[in-house]
T-cell receptor, first 111, second 111 residues
Framework: GENVEQHPSTLSVQEGDSAVIKCTYS??????FPWYKQELGKGPQLIID?????GEKKDQRIAVTLNKTAKHFSLHITETQPEDSAVYFC??????????FGAGTRLFVKA | ETGVTQTPRHLVMGMTNKKSLKCEQH?????MYWYKQSAKKPLELMFV???????ENNSVPSRFSPECPNSSHLFLHLHTLQPEDSALYLC??????????FGSGTRLTVV
């Protein structure tokens, strides 16, 4: 079955710097890759997603890239702000109802 | 609110108790999910319902019993749980197999 690995597990950046979180997946049939942000006391919230027919997608300060050949996808956050501090999860889906999540990255943005 | 409401937010139960978790979605989505979130582990899929039919049971012990009376409501009935079942239980919904909308979760402690 699908396996998703996520790195790093913890990331600390200075406010204004960029943050990059990387994920790899094992099932070449995976075609949908969402990213979620989870703040303390809340459930994960979808922040951006990408499909396998697209290499890059941007939404304001966040962007996601996908390398299907290498089975890598990454989340990029530019001009980080303290409110970006949270746990971020990558995930992969093959089109069915089973989405597999990475273990999460705890991002700290220092003011 | 996210459109997915979970109750209760917190639950403490003894190993011989029976309790139920409730989830309700107001988004008109066709699929609903139960996930278990434990510290330092990826989100674990437990059950999936599509149009109130169970499509996935991810080898979950029988002490967890799901119920989906309609596409808007999902329950998780709990009985004779173990301390290792203590975790955050998250409900989610989706339209098709795309990005999920999660509730805020029920923090369960088994004593």
């Amino acid at each position: 079955g699908e396996n998703v690995e996520q790195h790093p597990s913890t990331l600390s950046v200075q406010e204004g710097d960029s943050a990059v979180i990387k994920c790899t997946y094992s099932d070449s049939a995976s075609n949908y890759f969402p990213w979620y942000k989870q703040e303390l006391g809340k459930g994960p919230q979808l922040i951006i997603d990408i499909r396998s027919n697209v290499g890059e997608k941007k939404d304001q300060r966040i962007a996601v890239t996908l390398n299907k050949t290498a089975k890598h996808f990454s989340l990029h956050i530019t001009e980080t702000q303290p409110e970006d501090s949270a746990v971020y999860f990558c995930a992969a889906n093959t089109g069915g109802f089973k989405t597999i999540f990475g273990a999460g990255t705890r991002l700290f943005v220092k003011a | 609110e996210t459109g997915v409401t979970q109750t209760p937010r917190h639950l403490v139960m003894g190993m011989t108790n029976k309790k139920s978790l409730k989830c309700e979605q107001h988004l008109g989505h066709n699929a609903m999910y139960w996930y278990k979130q434990s510290a330092k582990k990826p989100l674990e899929l437990m059950f999936v319902y599509n149009f109130k039919e169970q499509t996935e049971n991810n080898s979950v012990p029988s002490r967890f019993s799901p119920e989906c009376p309609n596409s808007s409501h999902l329950f998780l009935h709990l009985h004779t749980l173990q301390p290792e079942d203590s975790a955050l239980y998250l409900c989610a919904s989706s339209q098709g197999t795309d990005g999920y909308t999660f509730g805020s979760g029920t923090r369960l402690t088994v004593v």
